[in-house]
């Protein structure tokens, strides 16, 4: 008897384990180090569409006087520029229960310029399907419609993020933009898309009949430790 209670209990601990330590899975990822350092008046970008007019890619080392850098990464006012750079595919699915979160290394220009505006935007297939929804970083005060911020010249690499939790299933996309109009823009790197999915049915259903066979278990062994003792 003891045994079957043992095992039952188990189960539930297994299941909870397998439910609490769902991975997230990327589904989009791009640091642009594919791309050739120091390339200008970039139309094409992998992973992105690229609209309005030009992006540049500046490798760690580079002759337009920004230092600190370990990888390639975009400027967003390339030359001439500004543009605007769209995620390919243009939308990423998500399911119920999904926590998503998308995150990227943003900075200012890095070349002691004045502030240059920085437009992060969301696109969703059904905005209804979504809540919780949260910044960090750069993107603290941000929303589901996207984030308008201004970056400093001198304003310093942040990770930042925006995440949220699907209430039912749908699509959604991201771009990343500047006016800034003076070839010195915001500049980003590691663009990362991370879904956590809810546990599959079977999980549940395990935890389900583990909870049961304790409960079941633990009635049966009352009642015969009662009738033993009449």
Known sequence: MAKSVRLAGLSVVAALSFATSAPAATVFFQDFNSVASNSLSLTTLPGFTVTGSTVDVVGAVNPYGITGLTSNVVDLDGTPGPATIISSPASFAYNAGDIVTLSLLLSGAQRGSASDPFALGLAFSNLGSVSNFTGSGYFSSAT???????????????????????????????????????????????????????????????????????GFMAYRRKNQSSLRLA
Do not use: H, Q
Not at 151 to 178: E, K, N, Q, R
Not at 191 to 208: F, H, N, Q, Y
């Open 144 to 214: 589901a419609a996207g984030a308008n911020i201004n970056l400093a010249g001198t304003d310093p690499f942040v990770l930042s993020s925006i995440s949220f939790v699907a209430t039912a299933a749908g699509t959604f996309g991201f771009s990343f933009g500047t006016a800034s109009n003076d070839n010195v823009g915001p500049l980003l790197d590691d663009v990362r898309l991370d879904v956590s999915a809810v546990p599959e049915p079977s999980t549940w259903a395990m935890m389900i009949l583990g909870f049961f066979g304790v």
